[in-house]
């Protein structure tokens, strides 16, 4: 089967996408799989499928690298509010998008006929930790010590439609998250698995993350991590609600608003590379 593609980037957090209005398919999670790999696929953070929505504009459906169905990825939301735009699938600048945690809302900024940049309405924040899901029967799981293969640990859970673990560290760049990236992304208190920021407060409107997550291993950057991460600087007393972060991640920055009513706002670049066509027997 040849399937029609398009690799886009939001910062660096890297994805396939291919149009399910016109290609379908079969197994998603195998192709994925298959056009992940660096060496012998296209190479991409996962699959985006771009499909028809009974409930919004458009409905995007996720899966990591190793297959497995994400619920929500705000690096490719923004991506698709290109893709759809570029491609004339719509002409509004303000769309919305289905995702398995719920209809976002997203603004185009369109300069030459081109999206440049995406503002996403990523919904509440999820502080209470049945729902992010974390085992605890504490009413917000905020600066807690946990230990991970033996080390202690101060984490932060937040849910941005997808389970995130936030951690503050005096500097990043030297962890090796290759090594303590999977324990904490399968650590017991996580029933779902965990994305998991590490990150270093700069000044209160701006800070450093590098992420590692589920199902994807260390990316250059995560959108939902990014927001989830100035969630948990405000509720740490680090940040200030109501006011712009910029979040410094390995592929670029990202603008993120915690918002009085407790909604989150995500503004950043997204980016087309190629597009063409891959062989792949189902």
């Not at 890297?14 to 298959?34: E, L």
């Not at 504009?57 to 996720?62: E, I, L, V």
């Not at 698995?193 to 992420?211: A, K």
Request: glycine fraction near 10%.
């Amino acid at each position: 089967m040849l399937i029609p593609f398009s690799k886009m980037h939001g910062i660096g957090n890297d994805y396939v996408y291919v149009n399910g209005f016109q290609t379908h398919i079969p197994d998603p999670a195998k192709f994925s799989v298959f056009i992940s790999d660096r060496h012998f696929g296209i190479g991409s953070d996962g699959l985006i499928l771009i499909l028809p929505s009974e409930t919004a504009d458009f409905k995007m459906r996720m899966y990591n690298a190793d297959g497995s169905e994400g619920a929500m990825c705000g690096n490719a939301t923004r991506c698709i509010g290109k893709y759809v735009y570029d491609n004339r699938m719509t002409d509004k600048t303000s769309i919305t998008l289905e995702t398995r945690s719920g209809i976002k809302y997203l603004d185009l900024t369109v300069r030459d006929g081109k999206v440049t940049d995406v503002t996403v309405d990523m919904g509440k924040a999820i502080l209470e930790p049945a729902k992010i899901p974390v085992k605890s029967d504490l009413s917000r799981f905020v600066d807690q010590e946990i230990l991970v293969d033996g080390q202690p640990w101060r984490v932060t859970a937040v849910s941005m439609g997808n389970p995130h673990a936030v951690t503050f560290c005096k500097e990043v760049d030297s962890l090796e998250l290759e090594k303590i990236g999977p324990a904490f992304e399968h650590h017991p208190l996580f029933p779902d698995r965990v994305n998991t920021e590490f990150v270093r407060v700069i000044n209160p409107t701006e800070i450093q993350m590098r992420v590692w997550e589920r199902g994807s291993g260390e990316t250059f950057a995560c959108g939902t991590g990014a927001c989830a991460s100035v969630v948990a600087s405000v509720e740490n007393g680090l940040c200030r609600r109501g006011e712009r972060v910029t979040v410094h991640l390995r592929g670029g920055d990202l603008g993120i608003t915690y918002r009085m009513d407790g909604t989150v706002l995500m503004q950043g670049p997204a980016t087309h590379v190629f597009d063409g066509e891959i062989e792949f027997d189902f």
